[in-house]
Nanobody
Framework: QVQLVESGGGLVQLGGSLRLSCAAS????????VGWYRQAPEKERELVAS???????NYADSVKGRFTISRDSAKNTVYLQMNSLKPEDTAVYYC?????????WGQGTQVTVSS
């Protein structure tokens, strides 16, 4: 089992920044990917950013150039730095970890961007 705990969400104004953190614990060896999804009201959950095989990063087109994913292996923590935030970034952000074809999920953290 892997436990994921997110933090860092909140309310921010248009153009502002937030940094999300996701602390992992438990059986974290052998994870293939870690990253972030988000889900806005009445929309499907979408992949925002991920780190695959410990080094390859992927971003949704809508966040490229504004969001940066990183990890601190010593702290078993994944970060999502979000800059130039827009109202359309408003969503619940979920940290995830994948081992082969199984996903572990955090509880989610709300990000609200006001205009």
């Amino acid at each position: 089992q892997v436990q994921l705990v997110e933090s860092g969400g909140g309310l921010v104004q248009l153009g502002g920044s937030l940094r999300l953190s996701c602390a992992a614990s438990g059986s974290i060896g052998g994870l293939n990917a870690v990253g972030w999804y988000r889900q806005a009201p009445e929309k499907e959950r979408e992949l925002v950013a991920s780190i695959v095989s410990g080094r390859y990063t992927n971003y949704a087109d809508s966040v490229k150039g504004r969001f940066t994913i990183s990890r601190d292996s010593a702290k078993n923590t994944v970060y999502l730095q979000m800059n130039s935030l827009k109202p359309e970034d408003t969503a619940v952000y979920y940290c995830y970890a994948r081992r082969i074809d199984f996903h572990y999920w955090g509880q989610g953290t709300q990000v609200t961007v006001s205009s």
